[in-house]
């Protein structure tokens, strides 16, 4: 039986009926943007990640355009951010006019490396925006020590990693903004885009709001220039229905990856994960890492076990961005992340055995590796 990389089918049979009703209901109402659905998960999403505000919008991308609108970034600032995450990290700040700023990652987390953070500043930025790559957060504390001390703003991407904690703080509330999506692969996805920006001021939550709503202060009368990125109300009502399962699919991520843990900890041909002492994983994606990466996905396939590489090329060596004009080599860990990071299977409903035959193929491959060195 082959074995998904991820399960988008919703197989839980309780909350597809649910969700029919609630999808019911709205065609039956003809109400199709804003309202109660909206409203109720905005609060019920901001007391997920701890308190605060959030601010649904269309899409996790959205979450970090507007944020860098809000915070007052644009032309001729530079943002912070790291070159191993989804193009939409580095897109954003470029959307809003600014330039990014590339620092290396951590080769064990994947995360911005806080040692390279502070000379990487210049009299040009204005802001950092650290990822919580595949589920695990990024080391907040010096972060935010090194920005406020050189008056620079901090949004997180936290796009996957929606639960995960930081010294037993949810992620989203830990710096000027958090930016979530709901991407139906997300750990909290929707049936369609969707996204939130979650902050502990309320001033900033407001302002979030009227960009999001073409810049209106009433109907048809608007103060500021914004944009249309509106969460609409399906999408909504299904991501209330799973946030209540939220706590209880992570918890589920993390019990598999216990599962890979305990089955690859002899596995000489993979690394696994490194999970960071202050770091409550929520495993949106569980990869992995080998010289040879190429050899194992082809057998992978053969066995019909998903997977995938998360991410091939880092953003410095995108062609989006080689007017940046940074070589082959400016960022040494990320470049050997993309060479040898691949994803094995997770998600919620994968089963035990599943994850034991994923396992079982895995270090069958490892002997059979080591004879052909
Ligand atoms: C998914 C993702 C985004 C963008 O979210 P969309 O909802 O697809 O726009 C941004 N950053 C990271 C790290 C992501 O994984």
Known sequence: MAIPLIELKIKDQNLRSEIDAEIKKILDNAGYIGGEQVQKFAEEFAAFCGGGHCVPVANGTDALILSLKALGIGPGDEVITVPFTFIATAEAISIVGAVPKFVDIDPKSYNLDVNL???????????????HLFGQPADMDPIMTIARKHDLKVIEDACQAHGAEYKNKRVGLLSDAGCFSFYPTKNLGGAGD???????????????????????????FHEIIGLNSRLDRMQAAILRLKLKRLNKFNERRRQIAEIYFKNLRNNPSISLPHIDSFAKHVFHLFCVESSRREEIMKLLKSEGIGHGVYYPLPIHLQPAYAFLNLPKGSFPMSERASQRIFALPMFPELANDQVERICEVLNKMALQLAKTK
Do not use: D
């Open 194 to 220: 969707g996204g939130a920006v979650t902050t502990s001021s309320p001033v900033l939550a407001k302002k979030i709001e009227q960009l999001a709503n073409h810049g209106r202060a009433a109907q048809y």
């Open 117 to 131: 953070l502070e000379r990487a500043i210049g009299p040009k930025t204005r802001a950092i925006i650290p990822v």
